[in-house]
Every structure is written in structure tokens, then in C-alpha cells.
């Protein structure tokens, strides 16, 4: 298998990042583009701009009939700061980070799909990598445990299990995997009615681990304090972020900011390990 920053070193070359999501009732037609990627001196790292514009009609107020529904219409597509984020991606082979910025309208989720659609796209165009990649977002297991701290009645978990890239580990669950061609495995662990699972048990915690390399997507739900009120988690709504300043638009400062926050980030996981529930 050839390395990690060889593979996204050949996609960046190609030119052929780019996907176009198809228009639908609610929303106009996006282009994405994951452009201007370089790799940084070390070779450590690679940096870049991930975006989308939108198919629109712009619609121009004809002040000589003071009238919208006389106005000039025209077809255009155009993104704007809202729609264009800067990226960092760590391109050692034992980590694999990727750390980028948010805009209202470019959020986690958005990124995650975004980002991934032009990789894939990239590779079915090129044939470089007879795989599909995927992008995962991940929670930190301080950042798990603190919800269960504070919401120890937890009756309800639900774990989906996935095969990380590139897809080397040779566990139980993922030889199970294997064996019948899925790429996920979801389990769900339900306590009698009233009931709550045993979080401080070994099992229970080694039912969570994954969630901070992305290979893990959790759910919980659990009572309230005086077992009025469900409050639930997902591994999804809460992955792992940090407060940069603000760039505006200016998107070479926006790149070094968040490469800057990738390198915090790396070297924080190299400290001492999470703490444990109990």
C-alpha cells in the first residue's frame, strides 16, 4: 500500500478534486472544489482551500419601472466567505489529522461530506486508489466521559463501528466485517425498563473506543437527574474544536491559523492519555 501523503500528493496534483452535487427542491446545485493544496517544507504537512459555489439566479431591480418582477434575471454560480473554508491535513502516516475552519453555512458535517466527495471523486477519475476514502469526524474520549459524568443514568447505547483508512485492523469486530463484505457494524445495549448500564464497568468502556479516531459513531440517551428528562448524546454533535481568530477573508491567513491549530492538536494527543470514567 503506498503511503498516506504519496496518495494525497497525487490527488492534489490531479486537478480532479472536484464533485457536483446535483440540485434538489430545497436547495440549489453546489460545485465542490478542495483547491490550492500545498505541502508544507517538512513534508509533514499539506494545507489547502475547500469550497462551494451555488447554482443561482441573480435577480437585478429595474429602478426605471421601480419593479423586481421587471428586473433583468441571469443564471450564475458563485460561492462567497460563507462557502470557502481553509484545511490543514496532517500527512504522517501514523496520523492522518484534518483540522479546518467553519462558517455558518460550512459546518462539521457539511465539511466532513464535502471533503470527502472530491476525494473520491478525485480517485474514481484518476484510478490512483482502488478504495473509497472517508472522512471522520472524531470526539475526544475526555470529552465522552465528561457527559457521562454528568449524565450517569444512561439506559440506551448505540455504537456504529467502521472500518478506519486504510482499513488495517484485524479485531473481532472488524474481521466479523470482513468476513461479510459490510463496512459497518452497529450494536445497540438497552437496560430493563427503569434500569441503567453499568458505565463504570470495562465492558462498558471498551464499547466506546474508537470515537477519537473516527472509527467509532455513539449514541446514548439517559434519564435526567430526577428521571423527568432524556438527555441524549451524539458522537457526531460534539466532535473535537477550538476557538482561532477570526481571518475574514483573507484565506492565507485563515490557512496558517488552522494549520497552526493542527500542529496544537497533534501534539496534544502525543501527551498523556485520557483520563478514565471512573
Keep these: 500500500m503506498r503511503p498516506f501523503a504519496e496518495d494525497m500528493s497525487a490527488l492534489a496534483e490531479s486537478h480532479q478534486t472536484v464533485h457536483t452535487m446535483r440540485s434538489t427542491a430545497g436547495r440549489p446545485g453546489r460545485r465542490w472544489v478542495a483547491a490550492d493544496m500545498t505541502i508544507t517544507p517538512s513534508g509533514e504537512f499539506m494545507t489547502g482551500v475547500l469550497g462551494f459555489s451555488e447554482q443561482q439566479q441573480q435577480v437585478t431591480f429595474d429602478d426605471e419601472a421601480f419593479s423586481w418582477m421587471k428586473g433583468e434575471?441571469?443564471?450564475?454560480?458563485?460561492?462567497?466567505e460563507q462557502t470557502i473554508v481553509p484545511f490543514a491535513v496532517d500527512l504522517r502516516e501514523e496520523n492522518r489529522w484534518l483540522a479546518f475552519a467553519t462558517t455558518a453555512r460550512l459546518q462539521p458535517q457539511t465539511f466532513r461530506a464535502g471533503f470527502q466527495a472530491v476525494l473520491n471523486e478525485a480517485v474514481a477519475k484518476t484510478g490512483l486508489i482502488p478504495v473509497d476514502w472517508e472522512v471522520d469526524l472524531v470526539t475526544s474520549t475526555s470529552r465522552v466521559f465528561e457527559w457521562l459524568r454528568q449524565n450517569p443514568k444512561v439506559h440506551l447505547l448505540r455504537r456504529t463501528l467502521k472500518f478506519s483508512n486504510p482499513g488495517i485492523d484485524i479485531d473481532d469486530d472488524r474481521q466479523q466485517?470482513?468476513?461479510?463484505?459490510?463496512?459497518?457494524?452497529?450494536?445497540?445495549?438497552?437496560?430493563?425498563?427503569?434500569?441503567?448500564?453499568d458505565i463504570g464497568s470495562p465492558a462498558f468502556e471498551n464499547k466506546l473506543e474508537g470515537t477519537e479516531t473516527g472509527d467509532l459513531h455513539v449514541v446514548m440517551e439517559s434519564r435526567g437527574s430526577h428521571g423527568v428528562r432524556n438527555v441524549k448524546f451524539n458522537s457526531n454533535d460534539t466532535v473535537d474544536e477550538d476557538m482561532v481568530e477570526d481571518f475574514g477573508t483573507n484565506l492565507q491567513r485563515g490557512?496558517?491559523?488552522v494549520l497552526a491549530a493542527l500542529r496544537e492538536y497533534v501534539a496534544s494527543k502525543a501527551g498523556p492519555e485520557q483520563p478514565e470514567l471512573a
Excluded at 434575471?73 to 462567497?80: I, L, R, T, Y
Design 177 to 197: 466485517m470482513r468476513a461479510l463484505a459490510a463496512n459497518r457494524k452497529t450494536e445497540e445495549f438497552k437496560a430493563a425498563y427503569g434500569k441503567s448500564l
Design 73 to 80: 434575471v441571469a443564471d450564475s454560480e458563485s460561492a462567497n
Design 255 to 257: 490557512i496558517d491559523i
